[in-house]
T-cell receptor, first 113, second 112 residues
Framework: AQSVTQPDIHITVSEGASLELRCNYSYGATPYLFWYVQSPGQGLQLLLK??????LVQGIKGFEAEFKRSQSSFNLRKPSVHWSDAAEYFC???????????FGQGTTLQVKP | DVKVTQSSRYLVKRTGEKVFLECVQD?????MFWYRQDPGLGLRLIYF???????EKGDIPEGYSVSREKKERFSLILESASTNQTSMYLC???????????FGPGTRLTVL
């Protein structure tokens, strides 16, 4: 069955520290992969996407993600976190030929001053 | 930039009322989606549509219906609102199968 797992429900990092949010997926074919961010009370904003090609994907707001097929992972990284990055982050896999996305449960990021 | 708009940010309704949530996208996307989001339950797909007048049930369609009379507009209808439909409702659109979905700002619905 297709699924997305975000193992960390809640993460706290200090401002300026590096960040890695984990995402593991289960999907039979080559996946389309996405990371979204949601600020409180807002909709989801697309951070980055992977369809094919270079496995290191650059996104907005200084984020990047690396697709590792052997580990079925698509972890999100940022070298230096800003207080404004505090939000909920969702990883998703696209289901081919349906247009649907399967979302992970989300990781809440708290940033300490 | 893709723009998805939702008719209301906040809505308060009474039990038994008929509720319409409207979503409009301006990028000529074929696919549109309605989700609800609840703490601890993540995003759950209610209905989606591949084209005008087409609709498909998602994971939790009970108590909801949808309408897509024009390509840019996708409406979610609660025929008789109940308190367990109090939630955040998110609309999204995408250009093709498997592509990125673009979300609206959400409507927080409270049913009293």
């Amino acid at each position: 069955a297709q699924s997305v797992t975000q193992p960390d429900i809640h993460i706290t990092v200090s401002e300026g520290a590096s960040l890695e949010l984990r995402c593991n997926y289960s999907y039979g074919a080559t996946p389309y992969l996405f990371w979204y961010v949601q600020s409180p009370g807002q909709g989801l904003q697309l951070l980055l996407k992977y369809f094919s090609g270079d496995t290191l994907v650059q996104g907005i707001k200084g984020f990047e993600a690396e697709f590792k097929r052997s580990q079925s992972s698509f972890n999100l990284r940022k070298p230096s976190v800003h207080w404004s990055d505090a939000a909920e982050y969702f990883c998703a896999v696209g289901v081919l030929d349906t247009g649907k996305l399967i979302f992970g449960q989300g990781t809440t990021l708290q940033v300490k001053p | 930039d893709v723009k998805v708009t939702q008719s209301s940010r906040y809505l308060v309704k009474r039990t038994g009322e008929k509720v319409f949530l409207e979503c409009v996208q301006d990028m000529d996307h074929e696919n549109m989606f309605w989700y609800r989001q609840d703490p601890g339950l993540g995003l759950r797909l209610i209905y989606f549509s591949y084209d005008v007048k087409m609709k498909e049930k998602g994971d939790i369609p009970e108590g909801y219906s949808v309408s897509r009379e024009k390509k840019e507009r996708f409406s979610l209808i609660l025929e008789s609102a109940s308190t367990n439909q109090t939630s955040m409702y998110l609309c999204a659109s995408s250009p093709r199968s498997g592509g990125a979905q673009y979300f609206g700002p959400g409507t927080r619905l409270t049913v009293l």
